[in-house]
């Protein structure tokens, strides 16, 4: 009797271009085993890779793809064969794998929107065929040997086991399923083929080449001092490194050149750079790829940029295949730039969109610029997802910053980071050499005094704390010469344009009265004689004296804080608020040298610790993993959920931004295309410059007023919502005020 024949994926033509379940299972389990073998769990992806589809040997599947359209599960039974074969908790931690390697990992219990683990595993789970077992052969699992900080830390390093072969299995599915397609398509390979790690470490030699021979004085002997140091350690094994230099130090240029050298030295796959602010993401992207260049001509498309301006795992209506030929990225490429909010909110996911690039955080160099902006209320499940990273997952994280925050382990913190290697030479001496500024505070100043002090300065840069303050000081200067304004309602194209502006006119030494939010303290090359900053965080007052005499053209720079007075929108939003009482605490301790480095220490122990480990895991995300050891019954689906850096989400709003001269149509460009592509993916990457984040109330009243419209809204949902009243977004200030959301404080944005 002829053996029946099982498929995994259907295609228009005949059954003879269909692919076969087994090839498929197999497939899936050489790529998931690939993912895990630098960390020697290769078995755990090949049999997570070839249970994972076993509901597919049913005869209720196969008529789906004979074109029944009933609902079903096919997840569930391989599930369920997970748990019966293997002993606990390898069975369990499969099972979590394989039953949501399409609805998402569930809770073990008390499922929320999806059916909990324990339910999808019940005895009506239909089985599959038994002809499997002759088609494919499962192999033996070993326990994993995962080292652990203390038993306190045994539910999170099992649940961050669980995710990471769950990531693996997501992204082996999805490309599998993808290759199957193509090749039945004839269309090309468009993955990999990227240079290898070795070639982007010669090109960054010849970039800081050309730059070493072209920059004299001492900042720059220092720079080079510190880069080389830096390099030489490179040769350390994979763990826990800081990367402490004063602002204007070469920190970018440096952490990169460590972390190729680190990398080919222990042969890690990639370097991932993980960026406070989406304001200063495109900026740090266009700076690797100008050191990292082929030097003949050709683009470093190979430098990956991902953030959530547009989120297409929102797109409505497309079908599975389809869905496959959108951009989701599984960070498969040797650079990737990305957002604190991306990369943290990720690691506690529990989505297979979101979830599938983390195999390819294991075995890479992750650099935490500004490491010091992680959020209070989760720094304790950031500190954790850090450390087992570097100690189960074979990743080096370099935390790099001017103001290191007090994350080591201490009586205050038993939790912190332990054998952590400085890569800067002499902090103290590099402190002292890179100080090129003087620290005033001059107590409470209205909007009146800070006008005449900018008006009276011809290059000067003042920062505050909110949106509306910046709006209404910048409008009091009137039309005085050199009046500039930054805020993130202005859209990335148009705030890089003016910056290149202010840039020119400060070498030219023309006016410049700049009144900006905090944006410009992070990543952002200025240079002005004086600074003006709003009371806040020491972290921040250390990053806006980053902004003064950065090139040390002056013996000293002169760095303003004052305490805003008068109107509303000037008392600091709460997330600022607390970093600012500590800041005040710690400078009248330390008024003869507010920003060294006992007294930033002094800052983090007070920011943190005097708080108490709850409030530093505001949703106890430790605590519920901790309870769950024994049963394993993890509630990935709550806690994914809970974990957000940010509480108050926005959307994207695409505006008519045309450039300075009015001539840069590539937004009209892109929304032409928009009207008939089937796919957005890349066009959204391309709006992506002319995007300004504000709230969903904000926008939906905006298109009920028909001041803005939704392109394409039946197939794309509101993902492209253009702004038509041209009058609400001005030269100047981005959108206008009128829009009451720039009274919102900015934050954080994905």
Known sequence: MKQRTYFAHSTSGGREHWQGLSAHLEGTARRAGAFLKPVDLAEWGRAVGLLHDLGKYTDRFQARLEGDHRRFDHSSPGARVATDRY?????????????????GLANGVNGDRTTALADRLDESCPMPDGIWEQEIALPDLPKPHLKLRNRDTAGFCAAFFVRMVFSALVDADYLDTEAFYRQVDGAPVLRGQHPEIAELRRRLDGHLHIMTAKATGAVNDLRREVLAHARKKADEEPGLFTLTVPTGGGKTLTSLAFALDHALRHGLDRVIYVIPYMSIIEQTAAVFRQALADREGGEASFVVEHHSTFDEGRIRGLESRDKLRLAMENWDAPVIVTTAVQFFESLFANRPSRCRKLHNVANAVVVLDEVQTLPLHHLRPCVAALDELARNWRASIVLCTATQPALAKSKDFSEGFENVRELAPWREKLHQHLKRTRLHRVGRADDARLAEELRGSPRVLCIVNTRRHAHELYERLGDVEGAFYLTTLMCARHRSETLDLVRERLKNAAPVRLVATSLVEAGVDLDFPVVWRAEAGLESISQAAGRCNREGRAAKGDVFVFEPSDGEGRTPPPAVRQ????????????????????????????????KGEAALDGNAILRQLADRLSDLNFPFETIARQFRLIDDFNVP??????GPRGDDDTVGRLLRKLEHAPYPGRIARGLQPYVVQIPPLRRQELVAEGAASAVREQRFGRQFVVLANLDLYRADIGLAPDDPTYREPDGLVC
């Open 87 to 103: 002993e606990p908790p390898t069975g369990k931690m499969l099972a979590f794998c394989i039953a949501g390697h399409h609805a």
């Open 579 to 610: 970093f600012a009482d500590a800041a005040r605490v710690v400078m009248r301790c330390h008024s003869d040298d507010p920003l060294s480095l006992e007294a930033i220490d002094a800052y983090f122990r007070e920011l943190y610790w005097s």
């Open 653 to 658: 709003i695409v505006t008519p931004w045309r």
